[in-house]
C-alpha cells in the first residue's frame, strides 16, 4: 500500500471519532436517540474497517511529521507514526469500541442524555487513537489529557448522583498527579536529549520514573489506583471500555513506547511497583461485595501483571496480555452490566442462582472469567503464561531479591483463580434470594457483543498450541523479539495454582463481614483512609486556617477601617459640637474621599476597571524605561 | 510645500480627536471622529499607504461612522435640559453626554502620552535604516499577499465578518428569546 | 517620506492612542467610549503603517492594519447592537448606570 494511501487513512481514523464527537454533541437530544447510536456505531464500524484494513497490509512503520512550534532554535514536530504497537492498538481499540456502543444502544435505551453519551464515548476513543498513533511524547501527552478529560465526563455521565460526580473528580484529580509527574518527564527527556521524540537510549532513572509516574495514574497502578474501583460509578459499558481499551491501556501503551528510555534501575522499580500492584489488586478482590469492583480490582491486578511483565523487560508479553485482557475483561463487563440490567443491583448477595435465568450470560461469563483466571485453553493462560516465564527468566538472571517478582505474580495469579470463583458462586450458584422477581436475558444487542468476547476469549485465536504462545501469530506481527520460553514446570505449576485457588474460591466460607482480614480487603487495604489521613485532611486543614486568616485579618482590616471612619466621625462631630467647623469639614472630607476611593475600585464601572488597569501599564511601562 | 500639508493633516487628525474628547454633545463628537478619521487616511497616503486610506475612507467613514451615527440616535432620551440655555452645544437638539472623573483620566492619558514620547524618543528603528519603498502603488502586492501568505487569515476574515453580521442582527433583533 | 517624518507619525499615533484613551476613561455615554476605541484602533494602524513603508515585499503592516480595520468594524457592529438591546433593557446608556457587574 503507497504511503500516501496509509496518510489518507490515518487523517481519515483520526479525525472519524472527534467528528462524531461533535457531531454528536451538537445534534444532541435533536435527533431520536437510536440515530444517534446508530451514527457513533457506524463512525467506529467505518474506523475498524480502516483499522484491519491498515493491520492487514504489513508495510513499513509509517511516521508522518511536521513543524509544529518553533521558536529561537527550538522546533517541536507535529508527528504521528503507525508501527505494528499502533496497528495492534488500532483494532483493539476499535473493537472493543465498537461492541461497546452496539452494547450501549439497548443499555442506554431511554436515557435523557443518550447523545451527548455517545458524542463522550466517540472522544474517549478518539483520544484513545491519538495516544496510539502519536509520533512524539509531546503529543501524546495532548491525547493524554484528552482521555483524562473524556474519562471526567463518562465518570460522571450520572452527575445528579453525589457519588459520580465525586468519583469523577477523584479520578481527575488522582489522574493530575500522574500527569504532572508526566510533564516533568517530558521536560526532563527534552532537556537531556532535546528532542521530544521516543528515544531508544537510556535516560536517567529520575527522567524515566518521571514518564513512568504518567502510567502509574493512568494504569491504576499502586500507590495511584484508588481511582479506579470508584470509576464503577460510570455506565456499565463505559467500565468496560475504560478498563479493557481505553483508559487504562494507555498507560500500557505509553510504557511500551518509552521502555527503551528507560535506564535498568527504573525498569526495576517499574518491576517492582507492577508486582505490588498484582498482588494488592488481588487482595483487593477477594472479599468486595459489589461485582462491578471485583471487577476493577481484577483490572488492577492484571494491570500490575503487565506493567511487571515491562519491567521484566518483556514488552511482547505485557501487550500480548493486553490484547487478551481487554477480549475478556471488556466481555466480563458487557456481561456484568446484563446481569445488572436483569437484577437491578450491583450487590452480588442479593443475587445467586442466575444460572438458570440468564444461561448465555452465564456460559459467556464462566468463559472469560476462566480466561482472567488462567484456565488452560483459553487465551488468559496463553499471555500470563508468556508474562510469567519472562519474570521467570529475568529473575533468574538477576538472583536475590529480584525472585520476589516472580513469586508475586504466581501467587497473584492464584488470587485471581480465587475471587472469580467466588464470583461465580455468589453470582450464578446457589438460591436465588428473591423468588419473586425472575430475571430475563436482555436483547440481541446486548447479548451479542458479550458471546462474541467470549468467543474470542477462547486460546485457539491466538496460538494453535493450547499450552504455549510462543509460536503464536502475534509476535511475529509485532516485529518484537520473543523471549524465551520459562522453565518446564511453570505451566504445570500455574495450572495446579489456578485450580486450588478456584477450588478454595468455590468452597470457602464467607467470612464475617468485618474480620480484619475482609475489612482489609473491602477498603483495598485502607489506602483511601490513609491519603485521607495523609494529604486530604492537612490540605483541608491549611484551607481552613487560611480562610479563618482571611476572615480574621482581612476582613478585622476592613472593619477596623469601618470602625475608623465612624471613630473619625463621631471625633468630627464632637469637634464640631465645639465648633471648630474648618477642622470638622476637613475630616469629614477626608472621611468621604477615603471612603469612595475605596468604593469605587470595586463600583462595577467598567471605565475604573480600565483606568486602573492603564495606571498599572504605566507604573510598568515607568519602571521598565 | 508637501511638509505643509502633510502637518495639516496632523493637526486636522489630532484637533479632530481633542474635539471628540472635549465636547459634550454625542453628534458633534462624531463628527469630529469624521475629521480624525480623514485625516488619518490622509496620512496614510503620506505614508505610501494608497490602497489602506481608500479602505479606511470606505470602511470607517462609509461604515462604522454611519452605524455609530444610528447607534446614537437609536439611544437618544429627551433631555431634559430646558430650551432657554445659549450656549450652542446645549440646544433642545444636542444629545449630551457627560464626562467623570475628568482629571483622573486626562491624569492617566498625559502620562500615558509622556511615557510613549520617551520611549519614542529614545528609540532607535532598526527598519528605519531600510530603503523606502518606490513602488507608485501597493494594491498589487496586498492583493498578493492577501491570495499567498495570509490567505487563512482572509478566509477566516470572511467567515467572522459573517459571524458579526448575524450576531449583530440576532442581538438586535426586537426580543430575544431566553 | 524620509524617517524623521516617520517618525512624528509615530507621536501622532501615540498622542493619537493617549487621546482615544483618555475618551474611553473619561465618557459616560457608551457611543462615545466606542469612538474612543475607534481612536485607539486607528493609532494602532498609523502605527503599523509607518513601518510598513520600510517593507516593500511584504507590506505586513499594511495587511495587519486591513485586518485590523476589518475586524474593528465588525466590533462595532457587534458593540452597537449590544449598545441598542442593553437601551432596550434598562433605558440609558450611560456608563455609570450600568454597575451591575458589582453583582
Given at each position: 500500500m503507497p504511503d500516501s494511501t496509509q496518510t489518507l487513512l490515518l487523517t481519515c481514523l483520526l479525525g472519524l471519532p472527534f467528528v462524531g464527537a461533535i457531531g454528536l454533541g451538537v445534534l444532541k437530544?435533536?435527533?431520536?436517540?437510536?440515530?444517534?447510536?446508530?451514527?457513533?456505531?457506524?463512525?467506529?464500524?467505518?474506523?475498524?474497517?480502516?483499522?484491519?484494513v491498515i493491520a492487514a497490509?504489513?508495510?513499513?512503520?509509517?511516521?508522518?511529521?511536521?513543524?509544529?512550534?518553533?521558536?529561537?532554535?527550538?522546533?517541536?514536530?507535529?508527528?504521528?507514526?503507525?508501527?505494528?504497537?499502533?496497528?495492534?492498538?488500532?483494532?483493539?481499540?476499535?473493537?472493543?469500541?465498537?461492541l461497546v456502543q452496539l452494547y450501549s444502544i439497548e443499555y442506554m435505551r431511554g436515557d435523557a442524555r443518550i447523545g451527548p453519551y455517545f458524542a463522550y464515548l466517540q472522544l474517549f476513543v478518539g483520544a484513545m487513537l491519538g495516544i496510539v498513533l502519536a509520533g512524539n511524547l509531546l503529543i501524546l501527552y495532548g491525547f493524554w489529557e484528552l482521555v483524562g478529560l473524556a474519562s471526567y465526563l463518562l465518570i460522571g455521565f450520572w452527575y445528579h448522583r453525589p457519588s459520580a460526580s465525586r468519583a469523577a473528580t477523584k479520578a481527575f484529580l488522582m489522574n493530575r498527579i500522574g500527569d504532572a509527574a508526566f510533564l516533568l518527564g517530558i521536560l526532563l527527556t527534552y532537556i537531556q536529549t532535546g528532542s521530544v521524540d521516543f528515544g531508544t537510549q537510556p535516560l536517567t532513572t529520575a527522567a524515566g520514573l518521571c514518564l513512568f509516574m504518567g502510567c502509574v495514574a493512568k494504569s491504576a497502578q499502586f500507590p495511584l489506583l484508588t481511582w479506579l474501583p470508584d470509576?464503577?460509578?460510570?455506565?456499565?459499558?463505559?467500565?468496560?471500555?475504560?478498563?479493557?481499551?481505553?483508559?487504562?491501556?494507555?498507560?500500557?501503551?505509553?510504557?511500551?513506547?518509552?521502555?527503551?528510555?528507560?535506564?535498568?534501575?527504573?525498569?526495576?522499580?517499574?518491576?517492582?511497583?507492577?508486582?505490588?500492584?498484582?498482588?494488592?489488586?488481588?487482595?483487593?478482590?477477594?472479599?468486595?461485595?459489589?461485582?462491578?469492583?471485583?471487577?476493577?480490582?481484577?483490572?488492577?491486578?492484571?494491570?500490575?501483571?503487565?506493567?511487571?511483565?515491562?519491567?521484566?523487560g518483556n514488552v511482547s508479553g505485557a501487550l500480548f496480555?493486553?490484547?487478551?485482557?481487554?477480549?475478556?475483561?471488556?466481555?466480563?463487563?458487557?456481561?456484568?452490566?446484563?446481569?445488572?440490567?436483569?437484577?437491578?443491583?450491583?450487590?452480588?448477595?442479593?443475587?445467586?442462582?442466575?444460572?438458570?435465568?440468564?444461561?448465555?450470560?452465564?456460559?459467556?461469563?464462566?468463559?472469560?472469567?476462566?480466561?482472567?483466571?488462567?484456565?488452560?485453553?483459553?487465551?488468559?493462560?496463553?499471555?500470563?503464561?508468556?508474562?510469567?516465564?519472562?519474570?521467570?527468566?529475568?529473575?533468574?538472571?538477576?538472583?536475590?531479591?529480584?525472585?520476589?517478582?516472580?513469586?508475586?505474580?504466581?501467587?497473584?495469579?492464584?488470587?485471581?483463580?480465587?475471587?472469580?470463583?467466588?464470583?461465580?458462586?455468589?453470582?450464578?450458584?446457589?438460591?436465588?434470594?428473591?423468588?419473586?422477581?425472575?430475571?430475563?436475558?436482555?436483547?440481541?444487542?446486548?447479548?451479542?457483543?458479550?458471546?462474541?468476547?467470549?468467543?474470542?476469549?477462547?486460546?485457539?485465536?491466538?496460538?494453535?498450541?493450547?499450552?504455549?504462545?510462543?509460536?503464536?501469530?502475534?509476535?511475529?506481527?509485532?516485529?518484537?523479539?520473543?523471549?524465551?520460553?520459562?522453565?518446564?514446570?511453570?505451566?504445570?505449576?500455574?495450572?495446579?495454582?489456578?485450580?486450588?485457588?478456584?477450588?478454595?474460591?468455590?468452597?470457602?466460607?464467607?467470612?464475617?463481614?468485618?474480620?480484619?482480614?475482609?475489612?482489609?480487603?473491602?477498603?483495598?487495604?485502607?489506602?483511601?483512609?490513609?491519603?485521607?489521613?495523609?494529604?486530604?485532611?492537612?490540605?483541608?486543614?491549611?484551607?481552613?486556617?487560611?480562610?479563618?486568616?482571611?476572615?480574621?485579618?482581612?476582613?478585622?482590616?476592613?472593619?477596623?477601617?469601618?470602625?475608623?471612619?465612624?471613630?473619625?466621625?463621631?471625633?468630627?462631630?464632637?469637634?464640631?459640637?465645639?465648633?471648630?467647623?474648618?477642622?470638622?469639614?476637613?475630616?469629614?472630607?477626608?472621611?468621604?474621599?477615603?471612603g469612595q476611593l475605596t468604593r469605587s475600585v470595586q463600583g462595577g464601572r467598567v471605565q475604573t476597571y480600565i483606568a486602573t488597569a492603564v495606571a498599572v501599564v504605566l507604573f510598568l511601562l515607568w519602571w521598565i524605561l | 510645500m508637501l511638509q505643509i500639508a502633510f502637518f495639516a493633516f496632523i493637526a486636522l487628525t489630532l484637533i479632530g480627536a481633542l474635539t471628540v474628547l472635549l465636547t459634550r454633545n454625542v453628534l458633534y463628537s462624531a463628527y469630529a471622529l469624521l475629521l480624525t478619521l480623514l485625516g488619518v487616511a490622509a496620512l496614510f497616503v503620506f505614508a505610501?499607504?494608497?490602497?489602506?486610506?481608500?479602505?479606511?475612507?470606505?470602511?470607517?467613514?462609509?461604515?462604522?461612522?454611519?452605524?455609530?451615527?444610528?447607534?446614537?440616535?437609536?439611544?437618544?432620551k429627551p433631555t431634559t435640559i430646558s430650551t432657554s440655555t445659549v450656549v450652542a452645544s446645549e440646544r433642545s437638539n444636542a444629545i449630551l453626554a457627560g464626562s467623570r472623573g475628568v482629571w483622573l483620566g486626562v491624569l492617566l492619558a498625559a502620562g500615558l502620552f509622556f511615557g510613549l514620547s520617551r520611549l519614542l524618543m529614545n528609540a532607535h528603528f532598526a527598519l528605519f535604516d531600510q530603503p523606502i519603498s518606490k513602488a507608485p502603488t501597493t494594491i498589487d502586492t496586498i492583493g498578493k499577499q492577501l491570495m499567498t501568505e495570509y490567505i487563512v487569515p482572509f478566509e477566516v476574515i470572511s467567515i467572522l465578518l459573517l459571524v458579526a453580521l448575524v450576531g449583530a442582527g440576532y442581538l438586535a433583533k426586537k426580543s430575544i428569546k431566553p | 517620506m524620509n524617517p524623521s517624518l516617520s517618525y512624528s507619525l509615530l507621536f501622532v499615533a501615540a498622542a493619537l492612542f493617549s487621546i482615544g484613551l483618555a475618551v474611553v476613561i473619561t465618557k459616560r455615554h457608551a457611543v462615545v467610549v466606542l469612538m474612543g476605541i475607534e481612536l485607539m484602533l486607528n493609532a494602532v494602524n498609523l502605527n503599523l503603517v509607518a513601518f510598513s513603508q520600510y517593507d516593500p515585499s511584504r507590506l505586513q503592516g499594511q495587511v495587519f492594519s486591513l485586518f485590523v480595520m476589518i475586524v474593528a468594524a465588525a466590533e462595532a457592529a457587534v458593540a452597537l447592537a449590544l449598545i441598542i438591546q442593553v437601551y432596550r433593557h434598562v433605558k440609558t446608556v450611560v456608563l455609570d448606570e450600568l454597575t451591575d457587574l458589582k453583582q
Open positions: 437530544n435533536r435527533v431520536p436517540e437510536s440515530v444517534s447510536g446508530f451514527l457513533a456505531v457506524l463512525l467506529t464500524a467505518i474506523g475498524l474497517f480502516v483499522s484491519v497490509s504489513v508495510g513499513e512503520p509509517l511516521h508522518w511529521q511536521t513543524d509544529w512550534i518553533s521558536f529561537s532554535g527550538h522546533t517541536f514536530p507535529l508527528s504521528f507514526q503507525l508501527d505494528a504497537l499502533s496497528r495492534l492498538m488500532l483494532v483493539v481499540v476499535h473493537g472493543v469500541a465498537l470509576a464503577m460509578e460510570g455506565p456499565t459499558p463505559v467500565s468496560a471500555l475504560l478498563h479493557a481499551a481505553t483508559m487504562v491501556a494507555a498507560g500500557i501503551v505509553l510504557l511500551a513506547r518509552i521502555h527503551p528510555m528507560l535506564s535498568s534501575d527504573a525498569l526495576t522499580v517499574v518491576a517492582a511497583i507492577g508486582t505490588a500492584t498484582a498482588l494488592w489488586g488481588g487482595f483487593s478482590a477477594l472479599f468486595q461485595l459489589d461485582i462491578k469492583r471485583v471487577l476493577a480490582f481484577s483490572t488492577v491486578s492484571q494491570l500490575g501483571l503487565m506493567v511487571a511483565a515491562m519491567g521484566t496480555h493486553l490484547l487478551t485482557h481487554a477480549c475478556f475483561k471488556a466481555g466480563l463487563f458487557l456481561a456484568a452490566g446484563s446481569i445488572i440490567h436483569a437484577v437491578h443491583t450491583q450487590d452480588m448477595r442479593a443475587m445467586g442462582g442466575l444460572r438458570k435465568a440468564l444461561p448465555y450470560t452465564f456460559a459467556a461469563y464462566v468463559i472469560c472469567a476462566a480466561a482472567l483466571a488462567g484456565v488452560p485453553l483459553l487465551s488468559g493462560f496463553l499471555s500470563k503464561e508468556v508474562v510469567l516465564g519472562g519474570a521467570v527468566v529475568w529473575a533468574a538472571q538477576r538472583g536475590g531479591l529480584a525472585m520476589l517478582v516472580p513469586v508475586g505474580l504466581l501467587i497473584s495469579s492464584g488470587l485471581t483463580a480465587v475471587y472469580m470463583a467466588r464470583q461465580l458462586r455468589l453470582v450464578f450458584w446457589g438460591e436465588p434470594t428473591d423468588a419473586e422477581m425472575i430475571p430475563h436475558e436482555p436483547g440481541w444487542l446486548m447479548r451479542g457483543p458479550v458471546l462474541l468476547l467470549a468467543i474470542l476469549s477462547v486460546g485457539v485465536w491466538f496460538s494453535i498450541n493450547p499450552l504455549s504462545a510462543h509460536h503464536s501469530p502475534f509476535f511475529a506481527q509485532m516485529h518484537l523479539p520473543v523471549l524465551p520460553e520459562g522453565p518446564v514446570w511453570l505451566a504445570p505449576l500455574s495450572i495446579a495454582l489456578v485450580l486450588v485457588g478456584g477450588w478454595l474460591g468455590f468452597r470457602l466460607r464467607e467470612p464475617a463481614t468485618d474480620s480484619k482480614l475482609a475489612l482489609a480487603s473491602f477498603h483495598y487495604g485502607y489506602l483511601d483512609q490513609l491519603y485521607q489521613r495523609l494529604f486530604v485532611n492537612p490540605t483541608r486543614a491549611l484551607a481552613n486556617f487560611l480562610h479563618r486568616a482571611d476572615q480574621r485579618a482581612v476582613d478585622g482590616l476592613v472593619n477596623g477601617f469601618g470602625i475608623g471612619t465612624v471613630l473619625l466621625a463621631h471625633i468630627a462631630a464632637f469637634i464640631d459640637r465645639i465648633g471648630v467647623d474648618g477642622v470638622v469639614n476637613g475630616a469629614g472630607k477626608l472621611a468621604v474621599g477615603v | 505610501g499607504a494608497d490602497f489602506l486610506a481608500v479602505s479606511q475612507i470606505i470602511i470607517y467613514v462609509g461604515g462604522v461612522l454611519v452605524l455609530v451615527l444610528f447607534g446614537v440616535m437609536l439611544t437618544s | -
